[in-house]
T-cell receptor, first 110, second 105 residues
Framework: NAGVTQTPKFRILKIGQSMTLQCAQD?????MYWYRQDPGMGLKLIYY???????DKGEVPNGYNVSRSTTEDFPLRLELAAPSQTSVYFC?????????FGEGSRLTVL | DAKTTQPTSMDCAEGRAANLPCNHS???????VYWYRQIHSQGPQYIIH???NNETNEMASLIITEDRKSSTLILPHATLRDTAVYYC??????FGQGTTLQVKP
């Protein structure tokens, strides 16, 4: 099993550009989460999903969109990148609250 | 979701037990308490969880008070590799700032 795979690992965006962070898991987990972590800070929940076709907002959803068309994939979309979205993004999956995290995607918006 | 409060930082001598507290006074009756840790800039790692009873696994022990308003994560013999940020959270998996544990030789 590959676990939770995030791509890309690093990305630099210009202000106003759009991009999608990919997250895939091969453990057949129903629950999937997206977090962001700013330098020196804790994790902030952006969006989560309890199963295919179901998504819900977390603490900081503004500026992001998600979809969950399959159990395996949970992409995070940034429509108009802003410098405030410079962060490390972590995707996680689990059957319950025991989550498995990806290695993170480091995004810089200039 | 339970609002959690943890000390910002703690030190522990290598080989000694590390006791990390967490206050979760707003936790609901059937809500689990979860503990995670994050080493350097890696993705967080699940450690342990519990509801009412004390729990132990190969990584740590979890002591939950009878009123369930607080808990303590115990690393029985801390090593330098246990230096990390430790988070406690409830069922909604909303993480706070966590406790930075520094294990010193």
């Amino acid at each position: 099993n590959a676990g939770v795979t995030q791509t890309p690992k690093f990305r630099i965006l210009k202000i106003g550009q759009s991009m999608t962070l990919q997250c895939a898991q091969d453990m057949n987990h129903n629950y999937m989460y997206w977090y962001r972590q700013d330098p020196g800070m804790g994790l902030k929940l952006i969006y989560y999903s309890v199963g295919a076709g179901i998504t819900d907002k977390g603490e900081v959803p503004n500026g992001y969109n998600v979809s969950r068309s399959t159990t395996e994939d949970f992409p995070l979309r940034l429509e108009l990148a802003a410098p405030s979205q410079t962060s490390v993004y972590f995707c996680a999956s689990g059957l319950t609250g025991e989550l498995f995290f990806g290695e993170g995607s480091r995004l810089t918006v200039l | 979701d339970a609002k959690t409060t943890q000390p910002t930082s703690m030190d522990c001598a290598e080989g000694r037990a590390a006791n990390l507290p967490c206050n979760h006074s707003t936790i609901s009756g059937n809500e689990y308490v979860y503990w995670y840790r994050q080493i350097h800039s890696q993705g967080p790692q699940y450690i342990i969880h519990g509801l009412k009873n004390n729990e132990t696994n190969e990584m740590a022990s979890l002591i939950i008070t009878e009123d369930r308003k607080s808990s303590t994560l115990i690393l029985p013999h801390a090593t330098l590799r246990d230096t990390a940020v430790y988070y406690c959270t409830g069922d909604k998996l909303i993480f706070g700032q966590g406790t930075t544990l520094q294990v010193k030789p």
